[in-house]
C-alpha cells in the first residue's frame, strides 16, 4: 500500500529536498508507536538472512506476521501490536527487498514462504498463525499451503489473492525521483500538513464518496488513537529507497498469478472493507469462496486501513484475535 502523497513542487526546490535528510529515524531498536518497541536483529537461514522483529515472552502462541507493500519488519509489528495484549507472541520479519532482508533471499511467493519457514526453524519455533496483509497475503496464504504442519491458523487483512495486471510503466527518471524528492516532499508535507496526507492516502486506499472521506479525514484528524497510529503507519513506509525493490517485486509476483488457495487447510478468517481502494473487494470474496472452509468478516464501508483506522477497529480486531484464540495450540 501507498501512504504518500505527491504535492507539486518548484523546480528550485528540489536542490534543497536532495541535501535534507529527511529527519527519517532508521533506529533498529525504536519505538514505532508509544509503547510497541522494536528491536530488529537478522538471522542467517539456509535460504539467506532474514531480518526479523520478535516480541513477547517464551511459550506463548507465536503469530508471524506477513507485512504489506512498502513495509517491512517495523510495519509488521505495528500492523499486529494488537495482538500483544490478547496474549501472543508476534513475529515480524521483513519479506526479501525489504529493510535489511536482501531480495536474493526469496523473490517468489514460493521462495519467500520457504524463507520464512527456514526462519522458524533457526528460532526454534515450532508452528504459528499467520496474519497476512495485502501484498503480504499471498505469501501468507501460500505458507498455509505449503507448510500446513507449520501452520495452526490463518488470518488474511485486505489481502490480495488474484493475480493483478500492471499498473503502468515506471521509468528510471520517476523512480528516482520518487526515490529521492518524493518522499522528502512527503515527509515535508506530513510535518506542515498530516490532514493533507491522511486525505491523499484515504483517495487511494477506498471508494469513498466526497462525504465519506470527509468525515474519515476528521475522525482520525480528532480521534486521538487513530491520528497517532496513521502517523506511525506512515513513518514505516520510509525510507523509500530500502522498500522499493520488495514493493516492485511484489507487483512482479502478483502479475505472474494467484496463490493456491485451495490447497490451504489450516482454518482461515478472510477479513475485508468493502469500499477498498487498493485491494478490491472481490479479492477478499475469491480468497473467502475458493479456501476450503474459510471464515469471513465483511468490514462494511470501510476502506483498505478501516482495519486499523476506521470507527470499527477494534471490534474487527476483536474477530480476528477470537478466530486466533480459538485455534491457536493448546501447549
Excluded: C
Excluded at 527487498?97 to 519457514?117: K, N, W
Excluded at 515527509?187 to 493533507?196: H, I, N, W
Excluded at 496526507?197 to 476528521?218: H, K, M, Y
Excluded at 474487527?316 to 477470537?322: M, T
Amino acid at each position: 500500500m501507498t501512504l504518500a502523497v505527491l504535492v507539486g513542487l518548484p523546480l528550485l526546490g528540489v536542490g534543497g529536498l536532495l541535501v535534507w535528510d529527511g529527519g527519517i529515524d532508521g533506529d533498529p531498536r525504536r519505538e514505532v508507536l508509544p509503547g510497541v518497541r522494536i528491536d530488529l536483529r537478522t538471522a542467517m537461514t539456509r535460504h539467506g538472512p532474514v531480518e526479523y522483529d520478535l516480541h513477547g515472552a517464551e511459550g506463548r502462541p507465536v503469530v508471524l506476521s506477513v507485512h504489506a507493500g512498502l513495509g517491512g519488519a517495523d510495519q509488521g509489528r505495528l500492523f499486529a501490536a494488537w495482538l500483544e495484549r490478547d496474549g501472543f507472541r508476534v513475529l515480524s520479519p521483513s519479506r526479501p527487498g525489504y529493510l535489511g532482508t536482501p531480495l536474493e533471499s526469496g523473490r517468489t511467493s514460493e521462495e519467500q514462504a520457504d524463507l520464512l519457514a527456514a526462519l522458524l526453524d533457526e528460532l526454534g519455533i515450532d508452528r504459528v498463525g499467520i496474519l497476512a496483509v495485502s501484498a503480504g497475503s499471498p505469501v501468507g496464504y501460500t505458507f498455509a499451503a505449503r507448510h500446513p504442519d507449520r501452520t495452526w491458523g490463518l488470518v488474511s487483512i485486505g489481502g490480495i489473492s488474484k493475480p493483478r495486471p500492471a499498473a503502468g510503466a515506471s521509468s528510471p527518471v520517476r523512480r528516482t525521483f520518487l526515490n529521492t524528492v518524493g518522499q522528502k516532499l512527503a515527509l515535508l508535507t506530513a510535518k506542515v500538513s498530516v490532514e493533507t496526507i491522511v486525505a491523499g492516502t484515504l483517495d487511494e486506499t477506498s471508494t469513498f464518496t466526497e462525504e465519506q472521506r470527509t468525515e474519515r479525514v476528521a475522525y482520525i484528524m480528532n480521534t486521538p488513537h487513530a491520528r497517532e497510529y496513521f502517523e506511525a503507519m506512515f513513518a514505516t513506509t520510509f525510507p523509500y529507497q530500502q522498500r522499493w525493490p520488495g514493493t516492485d517485486n511484489d507487483a512482479a509476483q502478483a502479475r505472474r498469478g494467484g496463490a493456491p488457495l485451495e490447497r490451504i487447510g489450516s482454518p482461515a478468517l478472510v477479513i475485508h472493507g468493502t469500499q477498498d481502494g487498493d485491494v478490491p473487494f472481490d479479492h477478499g470474496e475469491s480468497a473467502a469462496g475458493r479456501i476450503p472452509g474459510a471464515e469471513h468478516h465483511w468490514m462494511e464501508h470501510e476502506d483498505h486501513l478501516g482495519f486499523w483506522l476506521g470507527p470499527k477497529a477494534s471490534q474487527a480486531q476483536a474477530v480476528a484475535s477470537a478466530f486466533l484464540r480459538r485455534h491457536m495450540p493448546s501447549s
